[in-house]
């Protein structure tokens, strides 16, 4: 059972939009901890996606968007695309563990 | 370039042990936070271990008394000694540059303990 919550798939027709959602607790995105989401495509490693809960590293497309509210946090993916079929991962900081921690990770499926 | 390259991997009995590296390029590693993130077979990402810049490291519970993350600052590289391994320690293990985030990862190397 991961410490963030996350949905195990989410599915979308190519153009559409789609969330994915990442729950947490006090003791991490509701203790202020930043969130930051990746993207790990089959066979490769993970590759960050946004940092600092709404910031996009050069070279992630602005189709890309993530917030945070609460104890929560989403990372939002218009226009999708054939290539944007992967698993995605939510990872903050909990206080309680005194470490690092990732959600359970989403497999998005372009249909 | 900056990039990081794991090596090390490999099958080793339950009670072995096993000593992976992350050869850095680009960048260097004693100025900076680094990890290693593992992740299992079909599973999700679990941190394993951070050593700061400032040298002081931190684990996790499942792997507290049983590994160990050092650098060698010459050679610009990150290890993790893993002993007393267990079939549960099965994964890919990466390496990771631990800025606010996980911003640059290895590409990976495998794991696998079995008798």
């Known amino acids: 059972q991961s410490v963030l919550t996350q949905p195990p798939s989410v599915s979308g027709a190519p153009g559409q939009r789609v969330t994915i959602s990442c729950t947490g607790s006090?003791?991490?995105?509701?203790?202020?901890?930043?969130v930051h989401w990746y993207q790990q495509l089959p066979g490769t490693a993970p590759k960050l996606l946004i940092y600092?809960?709404?910031n996009r590293p050069s070279g992630v497309p602005d189709r890309f968007s993530g917030s945070k509210s609460g104890t929560s946090a989403s990372l939002a993916i218009t226009g999708l695309q054939a290539d944007d079929e992967a698993d995605y991962y939510c990872?903050?900081?909990?206080?309680?563990?005194?470490?690092?921690?990732f959600g359970g990770g989403t497999k998005l499926t372009v249909l | 370039e900056v990039q990081l390259v794991e090596s090390g991997g490999g099958l080793v009995q339950p009670g072995g042990s096993l000593r992976l590296s992350c050869a850095a390029s680009?960048?260097?590693?004693?100025?900076?936070?680094m990890s290693w993130v593992r992740q299992a077979p079909g599973k999700g990402l679990e941190w394993v271990s951070v050593?700061?810049?400032?040298?002081?490291?931190y684990y996790a519970d499942s792997v507290k008394g049983r590994f160990t993350i050092s650098r060698h600052n010459s050679e610009n590289t990150l290890y993790l000694q893993m002993n007393s391994l267990r079939a549960e320690d099965t994964a890919v293990y990466y390496c990771?540059?631990?800025?606010?985030?996980?911003?640059?990862w290895g590409q990976g190397t495998m794991v696998t303990v079995s008798s």
């Open positions: 990771a540059r631990l800025l606010d985030a996980f911003d640059m």
């Open positions: 680009g960048f260097t590693v004693s100025s900076n936070y």
């Open positions: 050593i700061y810049s400032g040298g002081s490291t």
């Open positions: 006090s003791s991490n995105i509701g203790a202020g901890y930043d």
């Open positions: 600092g809960n709404s």
């Open positions: 990872q903050s900081y909990d206080s309680s563990l005194s470490g690092w921690v």
